[in-house]
């Protein structure tokens, strides 16, 4: 949590935070800033200090919005530091951070580095910055640094702000359910008034104008994949296909609050009218392994068990998993979940990548969507709740939304 | 444009290109994919060659849609190099790196990075890289880099789509104006039937539907300020504030595709009724300057040069500009536009950053928006339009609104 921040850079020898980048779909400036339109900012905190948010002239009502300390960016924009740099823009923009750094005591230590802007400038920037204080050491440190470790486990207002997200979501996923059941069948797909089919880009139309109505975003669009295209899990569906019946279509929705914040991830798959036999039998599959994964989950457990356990699960039950074969395309073929927040995903981590530290401990919010591909065979199921391991030691899914899978249609 | 791409690489000596992200809110990697739902990939192009997209297996088919050459993510997922690495992951991914290098056929020359990733991994990959690979020389150029360089000038597909968007954002400008025009007044202020007063906030949500309704989407929010507010160029307004008569709003809206694709920039300032005798006086002022200035833009003119111009047109009318005073935060404060194109901001640039090689080369894609600004006195204007440089030399509005800046409302 925030409140952890100074704790985790001492443990991490970390001695200072810089944070680069605009303030919106950039987590960790989103992060310490509470989300503010700032289209570009530098943030810098040291070990043990509240931290200073370095703005544009232009945009100093939004930086005083936030609540922290703010300083004026065009106090570095000199023209005795431009001469400086004879006029090498990025040189200037060094001497520039290192006159801030200086301004804030740190001429040494460990600064460990963050935010989402092109790698062209950080990679420039940094290393520019490195060469030019040797006795700073700039470190990238990825999943086990300050910022990120704090953000893993959400203190009681992000997990509100992810349960309202989620409360959306379902709603969509509603009006979603509710206006594919509503339509008119002919020659086994869904049709308009006048007999035309409706088809994929409709409804992933729709869904994303409920969205907006209810004050979400969507920056990385929605999963509404049917047949074939719901065996291969990130395929996020064919506009053009017709929502024949029978077939499965895997519905992953995971919008986010508007301006870039909390995300919630959400998915269901649905058989239009009826499933065929083979439908059936996978989603019983995954439903089974859904709800024992849910009854074994524990604080503090490591992930990378769950996912070792829900191979052993399918495996029993028949299917190839990815345990025996990182390349696998067909049967259980991905991670049991991820950390949600910020980022739509995040750590903990439950596959490859998954370390001794990505573990349920209390405050951490993750998805359990468990799933079975068959792409050759035209189908696939996946379904998914987002879960907070919650401080008094039981497991709770934000967002409630019936599991069945076959969706009633009208016939005739 | 894309077609200079290899020309671009060889003036600028670069031997390769390496884009890293997703393919969504990542110019670089949009680019040169078209876009696609890729949450992460890696794409790598060798001088002279077509580039090869390296993409996760769950999204096989959406990289396949991409028409380019593709390699599986999952072929550089061995255990043999988690070995190798000694479980250290950073060093496992970077070894990787070296991996699909190699069978590139790369192993020395300039290397060019691009993608917008966290600057925590970028940087710990690339100077590990960097160390890994001695002979290979990794440079983060910026502004003139190849990619951000071709992509400064359009091609008419580009030109085309982004246009698409101003139809876009000029029906939903229309859409606000008839909005605000058709409400009831009361004490000053646009007010709902049961009298209580219309808010920004409401307007915004509006705004954020319409576009949604539109199959567009708004991932840096949009300007709606009034009286104070909206003498400071980037404050978004405050969503609690009343529409007052009389007062300015500046209403500066910045959509793009869908998915993360190409943004339009459009501004109007408005007086709901009537306008105060300073606000039209300031309108009159930033009005005439925008039209003289339209009337002197010249292809391949530098755009330091208009805004040296404007700065003078401006203080011949009296204004402070920013020209004379760097931190001026009442009058002519900003600079007078900025590229467009799968950034909001992009080069050619036309303040302080502006090098000789900004300049409106025929291709480019620019905005022009004169804006007066004095916070104190609770009123500020700007005027914006995107305008496209063709190739036979014209400069054209890529779509047309009246700039009228009284909106006439219901009285009574």
């Not at 900012?41 to 948010?53: H, N």
Request: glycine share 10%; aromatic share 8%.
């Amino acid at each position: 949590m925030k409140s952890d921040l100074d704790m985790l850079m001492e443990a991490r020898d970390v001695d200072v935070l810089w944070v680069t980048g605009p303030a919106f779909h950039n987590p960790p400036m989103y992060y310490l800033t509470g989300g503010a339109h700032l289209t570009h900012a530098e943030l810098i905190k040291v070990r043990g200090q509240p931290p200073v948010l370095f703005y544009n002239p232009m945009e100093r009502d939004e930086a005083a919005r936030t609540g922290l300390c703010t300083r004026n960016l065009a106090e570095y924009q000199s023209d005795e530091l431009s001469k400086l740099a004879n006029g090498n823009p990025n040189k200037a923009q060094v001497l520039r951070y290192q006159r801030m750094l200086s301004d804030m005591g740190v001429h040494a230590g460990r600064m460990a580095i963050y935010g989402r802007i092109d790698a062209s400038r950080s990679y420039t920037w940094f290393t520019m910055l490195q060469k030019l204080m040797p006795e700073l050491t700039i470190v990238g440190e990825i999943d086990d640094s300050p910022i990120f470790s704090a953000m893993t486990t959400k203190d009681e207002i992000e997990v509100e702000r992810i349960r309202a997200m989620g409360k959306i979501t379902t709603q969509v996923v509603g009006k979603t359910a509710d206006f594919l059941s509503s339509q008119r069948v002919h020659a086994g797909m869904l049709v308009h008034q006048d007999g035309s089919p409706i088809r994929i880009g409709e409804v992933k139309k729709l869904i994303n104008l409920w969205l907006a109505e209810a004050g979400a975003e969507n920056p990385e669009e929605t999963i509404f994949a049917i047949g074939g295209d719901a065996g291969v899990p990130h395929s996020t569906g064919t506009s053009s296909d017709p929502l024949r019946l029978g077939e499965t279509i895997v519905f992953d929705i995971f919008p986010c609050e508007a301006g870039g914040g909390y995300f919630y991830d959400f998915t269901r798959t649905w058989c239009l009218g009826y499933a065929s036999d083979v439908a059936q039998a996978l989603y019983e599959d995954v439903l089974a392994v859904y709800q024992q994964i849910m009854d074994e989950l524990e604080i503090g457990a490591q992930c990378r068990a769950y996912q070792e356990r829900v191979c052993e699960l399918f495996a029993a039950r028949g299917h190839a998993t990815i345990l025996h074969d990182p390349k696998l395309q067909e049967g259980y073929v991905h991670s049991l979940g991820h950390g949600i927040g910020l980022n739509i995903h995040e750590r903990p981590w439950f596959g490859r990548n998954a370390s001794e530290s990505d573990r349920l401990d209390a405050g951490v919010v993750f998805t359990v969507e468990p799933g079975l591909y068959y792409p050759s065979r035209g189908l696939g199921v996946r379904l998914e709740n987002s879960v907070w391991a919650r401080p008094d030691g039981k497991m709770e899914v934000l967002a409630d939304f019936p599991m069945d899978l076959v969706l009633p249609v009208r016939q005739g």
